[in-house]
């Protein structure tokens, strides 16, 4: 494998270093900048000539000339050959010539090799989203960490037999100081590096390079946020060493996740037919002979409209592979006559668990298209999950739900409807400027409505003016609880919504932060210690489901 050339400007700061999980061998930094992942093939020759002159002196006088090529060709082998030619010359009376001619051949197996983990095997997990929408990037996005302490990424990577490879991160930090990260290598702390400032999220550097040893088998490597900001953007890890092939993802984020589970019926759907079945409506209507069930949902695009109205099952996709497990339509309240019925995905069952699937309306601008809806399913958790749409994205109608670090896309009111749910650690992202994060229509009889526990609020970019929420319904409830907020959101807040006022329905808001938190000019929605404490999952369900999601 031909070498890496890097700058060296001290990217790693050590701390904590342990000694069961690995250790870092070397630090250094590659001043490039370009997007771009060196890869050496080397299909080159170094030819190396090597010439010796003996002089031997006894009773009689030799002159010796050893002369050594060595033709390096670096694909896979190296052939040494070696020619060693004694001319003697004896002053005794006698006339002796000595030719030794030795030749050797020596087979070298190289089995370096380079490993790129993006959005496929090898990734197992973000704490946050992939995403499209910064240029120059490679694969099929980059993993955007929520910004919060602890989020993480993690990849898996298997070695034959212990080894030091090195880790080259590409990424990309528009902020203007770096983002600080834990790099934790099976279980064990080695230290905290620095992803510097790139000037722009759509320029790329692969200036971080780490050496490190990893174990026989499948090792974890795991970069965790320090600070509230959460990580750079990160394009991909390139790990170079004598064996390295992508790892099985297993207990990601220390938490079992649904592909884990070995109890339960498991049904397997796979778009290109190489699962039991290739629609996920097949493989759900499967589950229902058998519950619980687990519907093992395989990476692929899921042209469907499904109601899940069955009880007691879990759809489950490849741990990671969220952003290209899609379940996708188009209909709309244009389209299909009503708001309630343009879902892609309804749940109207109970006792369901989603994990690793994206549910999008592509629909576009226009018309109310729903990709996700609750629509009466009580006890309904998420987590790292996806819904995309614009507007309307999703609708919790009525029942129960929570959902765990996921991702919601939209415009105007994607956040809405009657039932309670959670959104705990969540990334709301606006993409057009003027929108509305939350509509809430709950009922007043009913203590609480549609609930953000920490998590971002976020925005395309160029967004401005978007406002957290309006009343769809007269007491309408949405709290805000410890979320940060970007400098897109409107500084009062709250707005109109038919003939419904945000002061006389139920906005809520407690120890908002970033540049969008403005209490002073939202003085009238903000909750005292005393009542904010009240927000958690037990009393927000009324003590009547605690999802396993939240423990």
Partial sequence: MAKIWMLWFGLLILS???????????????????GDTDSDTDGDTDSDTDSDTDSDTDSDSDAGTDSDSDSDTDGDSDTDSDSDSDSDSDTDGDSDTDSDSDSDTDVDTDSDSDLVLEESEGFCFVNGTIDTDNTGYTGDGFANTTNAVGAA????????????????????????????????????????????????WSTWSTALQIGVTLTAGDNAIRLEATT?????????????????????????????????????????????GSGS?????????????????????????????IDVSQSNITLCGQTGRAADTVIINNDSSASI???????????????????????ENNYG????????????????????????????????????????????EGTVDFIFGGGTAIFDNCESRCTRDGGVYSAPNTDGSVTYGIVFLGGTFTASSGVSGVWLGRPWGADGHTGYVNVEMGGHIQSSGFTDMGGNTPAAARFREYNSTGAGANPSARSGYQMSDSEAVQYTVSNIFAGAWIPTFSQ
């Fill in 16 to 34: 904590g270093c342990g000694e069961s999980g690995g250790g870092i061998a070397n630090s250094g930094t590659d001043g490039d900048t370009d």
């Fill in 153 to 200: 990424i993690e990849w898996a990577v298997a070695v034959e037999s212990d080894e030091t490879v090195t880790l080259e991160w590409m990424f990309a930090n528009g902020g203007e100081t770096a983002r600080p990260g834990t790099l934790i290598v099976n279980g064990t702390s080695l230290g905290t590096i620095d992803l510097p400032s790139t000037g722009s």
């Fill in 228 to 272: 509230s900001e959460g990580l750079a953007n990160i394009n991909s890890l390139s790990v170079s060493g004598q064996s390295v092939t992508p790892g099985e993802c297993s207990d990601v984020d220390g938490v079992d996740d649904c592909n884990d589970i070995t109890n339960q019926t498991i049904i397997e759907v796979a778009a290109d």
């Fill in 277 to 305: 079945y290739a629609t996920v409506q097949a493989g759900i209507a499967a589950a229902a002979a058998s519950t619980p069930a687990i519907v093992r949902i395989a990476p692929g695009t899921y042209p469907e409209k």
């Fill in 337 to 359: 006559g009503s708001t309630f019925n343009s879902y892609t995905v309804r749940f109207s069952g109970n006792d369901i668990s989603v994990e690793n699937i994206t549910f």
């Fill in 365 to 408: 601008e226009g018309s109310q298209a729903v990709a996700l809806q609750i629509a009466g399913g009580q006890r309904v958790q998420f987590r790292n999950c996806r819904a995309v749409a614009m507007q309307d994205t999703l609708y919790v109608h009525s029942g129960s739900a929570y959902f765990k670090d996921c991702y919601i």
